[in-house]
């Protein structure tokens, strides 16, 4: 971990959130499954008139209201992660050719889950702010005091079930990022987080408020 000034954070953050949602689309385009929230991004884009992308930019902004009655403060990255990552998923569904053989599209899907991983690392150790979606499940857990544990497994069953009832692609992608993408950002995480410098306060040095 280093010590790392704003304008870095900044690099690191919309880095890490166009590479968020390019991953994205890798898995879309792998056609083998997706996690819990695409899932469902892609069940409702069958019913609508919008990209995959509008939908993910849609649904961030609808889960970011959640956050009002939560008393949740976004940050700048929150913001920025409503945006940037849906424009990058329907940039990358648009140059990413979907492959015919299944080695590729077990390559594109593996690529995506490393990448996805690795981007979600880069947004979350700039420390700008939680997502909208992490920061729903933050807000309730601190809100009722129960655990992270419950809140996330009733969040993403929920977006995952109402997913599939959509049309949503479900498959053996959708189990493997379940159990590697926690392992896969642990792993990179130490690499790329930063330590926020503290603020001064005339002579006093006060910590940077916890994201």
């Known amino acids: 971990m280093t010590t790392t000034g704003l304008p870095a954070r900044l690099v690191r953050l919309f880095v890490g959130l166009f590479l968020y949602g390019f991953t994205m689309a890798m898995m879309v ?9 695409d899932v469902f991004h892609e069940g409702v884009t069958r019913h609508v008139g919008l990209s995959f992308g509008q939908v993910v930019i849609v649904t961030g902004a609808v889960v970011l209201l959640l956050w009002i009655p939560l008393r949740q403060l976004p940050g700048v990255g929150t913001v920025a992660n409503v945006v940037v ?4 998923a329907d940039l990358g569904i648009a140059v990413i050719a979907q492959p015919d053989d299944l080695w590729l599209r077990a390559l594109l899907l593996v690529g995506g889950i490393v990448g996805n991983g690795f981007a979600g690392a880069l947004y979350i150790g700039a420390a700008l ?19 992270v544990r419950l809140w996330r497994t009733v969040i993403e069953v929920t977006v995952l079930a109402v997913g599939f009832a959509l049309g949503g ?5 959708t189990v493997l990022y379940a159990v590697t993408i926690g392992p896969v950002v642990q792993a990179f995480l130490p690499l790329v987080q930063v330590e926020v410098p503290p603020k001064r306060r005339g002579d006093e ?6 994201r």
């Open 29 to 37: 385009e792998s056609t083998l499954g997706l996690d819990p929230w």
């Open 85 to 88: 990552i849906g424009l990058a």
């Open 129 to 147: 702010g939680p997502g909208p979606r992490d920061g729903l499940w933050l807000g309730l857990v601190r809100r009722t005091g129960r655990s």
């Open 169 to 173: 692609t479900v498959g053996v992608g």
């Open 205 to 210: 040095e006060v910590s940077a408020e916890s």
